[in-house]
């Protein structure tokens, strides 16, 4: 095992010495989200103590990716690390995160798998947030080792179609750029950021991963129970409302609340009621973001169509 530490973010890599992919997985990119720390220093146990041995390629596990945000149990710090991703020059350096992205870019341009761990706030079982070439039988693989109840898909699309805030790459992620350079990529969304198996669906998706992408063989005595649904549910990103001012929820939406089409979801302090635009799900509800944050999401239930 190889560990290095670079703008105070440590990255542990396994290599086999074989040929093979190189997978990566990431955790608290959002410093208010512990499930990925808790399950990658899980497996990194495990990774040291021999219990599970990669047998080819590669593994590199990044458990903190925002380390102040995270000391700070905060989304961020200066600048939504998961947005706006690319490697700043020097020069170009305005926040805090623009350091990480630095150190951060160049794994996910090598990589050749991401699974980016996170949570979310709402009350919410786990789901994935995938995108790229959907109908690749790889990347399908990927995506139900993961082994989650709930897919959804377009988000890049929706947030790159909206009247996005002034940076024309808002809509770039870890996902978003590790696919750039030619990766496969997924987020997995462990529940609610107290949720009290997120670290246990973190977990389980990783070793999933893993198994897939075939770096290491997961035995029997390491595998956790399965804790995720069965059935699966496709649901397509459709739009995203950015809170302009101050403003309130018309009620205590859950994640991936089913309502129907005209039912008031939200109102702004100048007098603006947003509704629901068709019948759908309400994704990732947050009340209380920041102005210029994403507020709500709309999507549909709609297989994958061809990127
Ligand atoms: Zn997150």
Redesign the pocket.
């Given at each position: 095992m190889q560990k290095t530490v670079s703008e105070e973010i440590e990255i542990y890599r396994f290599d086999s010495g074989q040929a093979g992919p190189a997978l990566t997985i990431t955790g608290a990119?959002?410093g208010n989200?512990p499930c990925g720390p808790k399950a990658l220093r899980r497996l990194i146990d495990l990774l040291e103590s021999g219990e599970i041995e990669i047998t080819q390629g590669s593994l590199t596990l990044i458990p903190v990716c925002n380390p102040r945000a995270y000391e700070q149990n905060v989304r961020f710090v200066e600048y939504n690390l998961?947005r706006s991703m690319y490697p700043r020059a020097e020069d170009e350096i305005e926040h805090y995160e623009d350091r990480l992205r630095s150190v951060l870019c160049p794994v996910l341009e090598k990589t050749d798998y991401l699974l980016d761990l996170?949570?979310?706030t709402a009350p919410s079982d786990p789901f994935l947030i995938v995108d790229g070439d959907l109908t690749s039988p790889d990347y399908r693989r990927f995506v139900d080792a993961a082994g989650t109840g709930y897919v959804l898909w377009g988000w890049s699309e929706a947030v790159g179609q909206s009247e996005t805030p002034e940076d024309p790459s808002h809509a770039q992620g870890m996902g978003e750029y590790a696919r750039l350079h030619g990766a496969h990529a997924l987020t997995i969304e462990c529940g609610n950021h107290d949720h009290p198996r997120g670290a246990d669906f973190a977990f389980q998706a990783a070793l999933g991963v893993i198994e897939a992408v075939g770096v290491a063989v997961i035995s029997e005595t390491v595998k956790p129970d399965d804790v995720f649904e069965k059935e699966k549910k496709v649901i397509r990103f459709k739009s995203v409302t950015f809170k302009q001012q101050e403003g309130r929820f018309f009620q205590d939406w859950v994640n991936l609340h089913p309502v129907q089409k005209g039912t008031p979801v939200a109102e702004e302090e100048g007098g603006q009621v947003f509704t629901m635009p068709e019948d759908g799900f309400l994704i990732m509800p947050k009340e209380n973001v920041k102005i210029g944050e994403e507020w709500f999401y709309v999507g549909v239930e709609e297989e994958f169509l061809a990127s």
């Open positions: 990119v959002h989200e998961n996170h949570s979310c």
